[in-house]
């Protein structure tokens, strides 16, 4: 059974930074994408970056972009969100996801993934 467990959401002042981890367990498929997504309340899901198993480069959604960075430590089956410079617009619960896929490489928001964390909260505030 696949299982994601999110971990390092926190209340953290505007400008500030954060570490966000996602460990993953139970994968049957050595070819995948994990992503993060995050929601606000009230607003639907959105992709903040996803990143293929064996990679270092990660994609990212324009909002995040330049702030936030995905990183990886395939030993220990986790993966990372740095979360730099934030802002208020940044609050929401933020979930990592998995995907199995063909052939790999190249990892975005558009594969439907059908494995979630429970999520882990994100506030920005002073």
């Known amino acids: 059974e696949v299982q994601l467990t999110e971990s390092g959401g926190d209340l953290v002042q505007p400008g500030g930074s954060l570490k966000l981890s996602c460990v993953a367990s139970g994968f049957t498929f050595t070819s995948y994408c994990m992503a993060w997504f995050h929601q606000a309340p009230g607003k639907e899901r959105e992709g903040v970056g996803a990143?293929?198993?064996?990679?270092?480069?990660?994609y990212y959604a324009d909002s995040v972009k330049g702030r936030f960075t995905i990183s990886q430590d395939t030993a220990k089956n986790t993966m990372y969100l740095q979360l730099d410079r934030v802002k208020p617009e940044d609050t929401a619960a933020y979930f990592c996801?998995?995907?199995?896929?063909?052939?790999?490489?190249?990892?975005?928001?558009?594969?439907?993934?059908?494995?979630w964390g429970q999520g882990t909260q994100v506030t920005v505030s002073s």
């Open positions: 996801a998995a995907v199995s896929v063909v052939g790999g490489g190249y990892c975005d928001f558009l594969p439907d993934y059908p494995y």
């Open positions: 990143i293929y198993r064996t990679h270092t480069l990660a």
